[in-house]
């Protein structure tokens, strides 16, 4: 049963990174731009799925809380401070994508709160990454660091690499969904984007080598993780060749498998523990009769009716936008 529910936490991060990333991403790109028809189309191509999108990671705390309260219960302490940043960032932006076109004066304040929550949103997922990968310090179970115990400069730049990955997802889902200029200005903005994540994995490697990181000695343990970054390496040659040849449908997918090989390597970098190096995933689970007691609740019910209905969502939205004024 512990293993049923490890397997949905992952599948639950997992599909909000992919999800709510590329929105994130759409919402940072969207300050790129002062073409107003330009970002009615940016967030005509967000705009049926993104709210259901963000439903993954209350799914997310929902099963941390729930199956591995150990877990919830020494994190939470840890990360008060940039939770609450990270969702002052997504109310912001939700509350800014319905009113920014209700007004035409007091727009620009939307437009800058809406590209404002989305970088705050990703900056503090990937610092809470970073905060998790060099080590939280935690005494006798209990989070002892104060109020800025998580931070650090590998932190933050941590936080900078999921901006340029998130922005990354965002432009290549502008170049599945739309057309003209948008399209375009996307096409030119992969490259780019492209080479500053790999310039942040190489900074981040020669770190974590410099500062010999715990996390670092698995690789040495485990030789086989040099399989994620073969496969990431992969889909970035096929992604610059669909940039190179304009195949719409490809750099997507493309960046999702980099995406999936960075959590792949981190996952099993990580096992067997919860909370790396201090909380294993048996210590942190919940007893027997509570994780049976959610199976036939989340477990056999909600989880996959949420999959059907993210299933069904963009089922029904495929294809390209079809851009009107009406688009707000």
Known sequence: ??????????????????????????GMLFGLTNNETRRRAMLGAVAPIWDGNETWLVVTAVILWGAFP???????PAFYLPLLVMLAGLIVRGVAFEYRHKTERMRWIWDRCFIGGSFAAAFIQGLTVGALVEGLPIVNGQYAGGDFGWFSPFAALCGVGLCLGYALLGACWLVKKCEGDVRTS???LIPYLSVGLLVFLVVVFVYALAEELQVMGRWIERPYLFVFPVIGALAAVVLAVSVRYRRDELPFPMVILIFLSAFGT????FWPYMIPFVLTIDEAAA?????????????LFVFPLMLLYTFISYRVFRGKVAFTPEHS
């Open 186 to 188: 996307a096409y030119r």
């Open 70 to 76: 150990a877990a919830y219960a020494t994190l939470l």
């Open 1 to 26: 049963m512990v293993m049923f529910w490890v397997t949905l936490l992952a599948v639950s991060i997992l599909l909000y990174v992919l999800l709510d990333g590329f929105d994130l991403g759409v």
């Open 266 to 269: 981190l996952a099993i970098s």
């Open 287 to 299: 007893p027997q009769s509570s994780l049976a007691f959610m199976f036939w609740g989340e477990g």
